[in-house]
């Protein structure tokens, strides 16, 4: 540790690398206690985040007063989930000071990418939807607009999954354990959330009916601060998320019943609040503890905005000129309620202003149109938890439904279908509805998606509110998504076009006529083998499996759920397990099919399906005949970090949900980004891309949205697919018969008997054909290795749309009406430079 650098190097380089060294040495010393005999790994990462942490918060103070003085509209973006993954190696590469930190890292004896993979993800999502937040986080801050992310600080994020005997088997994610050295608590921004009680109504002397929310049990709401730096500009974001606390309050009552072990275990579990991430992705759990957690967030983040506000402005009625709130799907609903009660209750105004500044104010993003996903709370719920949000709710439909009678005279089925109340036997709060008549824009996350929603899911309040309806189609950061996980393809395609694609995703279209370029053909092609050899090594220490480097890597990584249909995917490894079977000799293309993916702990048909995954593989990576032209593999515990490895090591992506049913999907752009081909079905943001890639450059299969409708209403009899084809009834047939599962023959019965005589909801049967000759076109294409190649390059060079950027761009214009506001780099504030002037140079 005590060695210094050898080279001569430029004297200002070695200046800064000099207070590097010394930053990280004295963290190591002063925050954590620690030298470098007794240090472990974990005080080394702290240190070196910490390191990296203070240069970012002189910025991130800039950025905060620059806002305040500015009095800029903000954007608050409102989520149950930020999936972060790692956030050391990201912020360097924002910072720009990569190279200095590893640099300096080396020089003190430490392996970089050790230390970097000694990080725990930041999980506290399930998948797409979280991951888009963590992306607009990215792109807001890069795009130097004046936003916060506003969530939950999950005690426990998504649960580690294992794969023990081909099953999942769920973990805690412990992943504060060693520490969060990102996040600031901030002690002095609480807020009280108020629970249960009752509603006393009264007339005031002027005859205005007031409602007093009393009896309350309170849990107070701890703001934890991440900042969020942009890729090198002088903007620094906050990440603000919410941690639950008892209150003195609540110590108080409890404590004086004079039973101290009780008033303990009570205290206890009124911080269960945060202590855990709900793990199911695109269904809903309808537990009383989300619910709770729901209105947590979106209590405390209504009294922080507002909070907030008043530190500039009195009048209230302005507020939707200086806030928009988005809605992150329906899960913060809750916040709509919430901000008519804080207007009308507790700040006097009239409900018509409220409703006015509220309306204006919020704005919702729906994330898919599964009804298992559709959000519908039980009135008892409210009539328990939250009796004053119940009255409102039930005021602001009383004055909807009179709006659609007045616009719609005589139509009771409409009436009863756009109700924020269901309805049955168990009547409900339809959260959408809440959003919807709540919000001044609807929006969904790729064309195909919105396009439903008016014509479909929402068709009713399309013909009321038409001009509420847009399209916002997802993105992903190109930071993360390929110049952090892919540096061999960034620097590649940087020596080729420079860096502005890093902030300008368009700028890859240049690399449209590299594609003819036989060097940068050559080049491309060692990128990809070398990412590959990288997966393959990552495959045989976790897997134990060893693949060809030169195999074709089939990838599908993503949550385990019927409609994205890895079933599909298994009947086509099966289909070509049998071909070789048939005929051991046959000329195949050897491919290494790569899974991965979570399955909600209680969603047992999806956990079925990851066994399935697995026996097959078992049989198939085992048989002899094989000879290793078919290998498949299950990645346990697929979170960003595992992406940000397959990604860039991936041939092909498959994209096959059930045409309808996924919103966008944004694995899809990274795989693209990275130069993976495409098999996919006409769904989601597929459809765009294919539009940017053309037609020709992707593998395009099956029934497209209008064919699912018309089958269904035709009536789909998947046993006629069955009868039809034989390689499909073997297929099936070995599933239900326990080819794949010897000791356990009737493992996989159900998963047969929903294809067959459970109606195949999602189509898997009426695809398969069209799937199996798609598959086939794509191995003869990846015979010709520089055909494969020049479409891998167009497809990336024709990723420039999905960039998160654009989407972030047009969500600023169109929704938020937000400016950008570049925050100018002030003096280096004092305390930090002129302590340091002092010792240039010196280590400890
Ligand atoms: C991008 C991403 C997703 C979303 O993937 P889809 O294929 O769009 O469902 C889910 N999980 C992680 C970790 C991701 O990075």
């Not at 609040?273 to 695109?282: G, Q, R, T």
């Not at 328990?384 to 005021?395: G, M, V």
């Not at 994205?564 to 070789?580: A, F, G, P």
Request: glycine letters at 6%; a negative charge; proline letters at 3%.
């Amino acid at each position: 540790m005590d060695q210094l650098p050898q080279e001569p190097v430029e004297s200002a380089e070695l200046d800064s690398m000099m207070l590097t060294i010394k930053s990280f040495l004295e963290h190591l010393e002063y925050s954590l206690g620690k030298d470098k005999y007794s240090a472990s790994r974990y005080d080394i990462y702290n240190a070196l985040a910490y390191a990296v942490r203070d240069r970012m918060v002189e910025r991130w103070l800039d950025t905060q007063q620059a806002y305040y003085n500015s009095d800029q509209k903000r954007v608050y973006y409102i989520s149950m989930e930020f999936l972060m993954g790692r956030t050391l190696e990201n912020s360097l590469i924002n910072l720009g000071l990569y190279d200095e930190f590893k640099e300096a890292m080396t020089l003190l004896g430490y392996n970089f990418e050790t230390i970097v993979d000694d990080e725990q993800d930041a999980g506290l999502g399930n998948g797409g939807l979280g991951r888009l937040a963590a992306c607009f986080l990215d792109s807001m801050a890069t795009m130097s607009i004046p936003a916060y992310g506003y969530g939950i600080r999950y005690e426990y994020g998504i649960f580690r999954q294992k794969i023990i005997d081909g099953a999942q088997v769920e973990r805690p994610d412990n992943w504060l354990r060693y520490r969060n050295p990102w996040e600031m608590d901030r002690q002095e921004h609480l807020h009280p959330v108020k629970f249960y009680g009752r509603v006393i109504t009264t007339t005031n002397r002027e005859g205005r009916t007031e409602h007093n929310w009393v009896d309350t049990e309170e849990v107070m709401a701890m703001a934890y601060d991440t900042p969020i730096p942009g890729f090198r500009n002088t903007t620094v974001n906050t990440m603000r998320l919410w941690s639950a606390k008892s209150s003195r309050e609540f110590d108080l009552k409890f404590f004086n019943e004079g039973n101290y072990i009780r008033a303990v275990e009570k205290k206890m579990l009124s911080e269960n609040i945060s202590k855990v991430l709900y793990p199911a992705d695109n269904v809903i759990e309808g537990k009383e503890l989300r619910f709770k957690q729901e209105y947590f967030l979106a209590s405390a983040t209504v009294h922080d905005v507002i909070y907030r506000f008043k530190k500039m402005h009195t009048d209230l009625n302005l507020l939707p000129e200086k806030v928009a709130i988005q809605l992150n799907d329906t899960h913060p609903a809750l916040a709509i309620p919430e901000l008519m009660r804080v207007l009308i209750d507790l700040e006097g105004l009239e409900w018509e202003a409220a409703w006015k500044i509220t309306t204006h104010t919020f704005a919702y993003t729906n994330h898919t149109i599964l009804p298992e996903a559709l959000e519908k709370w039980p009135i008892w719920f409210f009539e328990q938890i939250l009796p004053r949000h119940l009255l409102i709710i039930y005021e602001i439909n009383n004055r909807f439904l009179e709006e659609v009678r007045q616009k719609f005279p005589g139509d009771n089925g409409k009436l009863e279908r756009m109700s924020l109340i269901e309805e049955s036997w168990e009547r409900k709060v339809r959260m959408a509805h809440l959003c919807i008549v709540g919000s001044h824009s609807v929006n969904g996350v790729a064309a195909l998606h919105s396009e439903i929603l008016k014509t479909d899911l929402f068709r009713d309040f399309f013909a009321m509110y038409p001009e509420r309806f847009n399209n916002k189609t997802n993105g992903i950061t190109q930071r993360r998504w390929l110049k952090k996980s892919n540096p061999l393809l960034s620097d590649l395609i940087s020596e080729k076009l420079g860096e502005a694609w890093i902030t300008e995703l368009f700028e890859l279209q240049q690399l449209v006529p590299l594609a003819e370029d036989h060097e940068f053909v050559a080049r491309w092609q060692e990128v990809k083998k070398a990412n590959k050899a990288c997966l393959a090594s990552y495959i045989a220490r976790h897997n134990c499996i060893k693949v060809d480097v030169d195999s074709l890597f089939d990838c599908q990584v993503k949550r385990i759920h019927e409609y994205k249909r890895q079933l599909l995917n298994v009947l086509h490894i099966i289909t070509l397990y049998n071909r070789i079977k048939e005929d051991p000799d046959i000329d195949m293309v050897p491919r290494t099919f790569i899974f991965s993916g979570k399955a909600a702990p209680s969603y047992f048909m999806a956990k079925l399906i990851i066994n399935l995954i697995n026996c097959v593989g078992n049989i198939v990576n085992n048989d002899l005949d094989v000879r290793d032209r078919l290998k498949v593999v299950f990645l346990a515990n697929y979170g960003v970090s595992l992406a940000e490895k397959i990604f860039p090591a991936s041939d092909l992506s498959e994209q096959i949900s059930t045409a309808g049913t996924e919103a966008s999907g944004t694995g899809n752009m990274k795989f693209a980004l990275n130069g993976s081909l495409t098999i996919g079905t006409l769904d989601g943001a597929n459809i765009e891309m294919m539009e940017e890639i053309g037609r020709e450059n992707m593998f395009i299969f099956g029934l497209t949205t209008p064919e699912v409708h018309a089958l269904r209403t035709r009536g789909y009899n998947p046993r006629e697919f069955y009868q039809r084809n034989p390689a499909l009834k073997k297929v099936i047939d070995m599933i239900s018969g326990g080819a794949f599962s010897p000791g356990n023959p009737d493992q996989f019965k159900q998963i047969a008997d929903n294809l067959l005589n459970q109606g195949d909801y999602y189509m898997l049967l009426a695809d398969y054909d069209s799937y199996i000759a798609c598959q086939d076109k794509v191995s003869e294409l990846y015979r010709d290795k520089k055909a494969w190649a020049r479409m891998s390059i167009i497809n990336t060079a024709r990723m420039g749309k999905f960039s998160s950027d654009r989407t972030i761009a047009e969500y600023a214009e169109e929704i938020w009406d937000v400016k950008t506001l570049a925050v100018e780099a002030t003096e280096q504030h004092c305390l930090h430079e002129g302590a340091c002037l002092d010792h240039k140079g010196h280590t400890p």
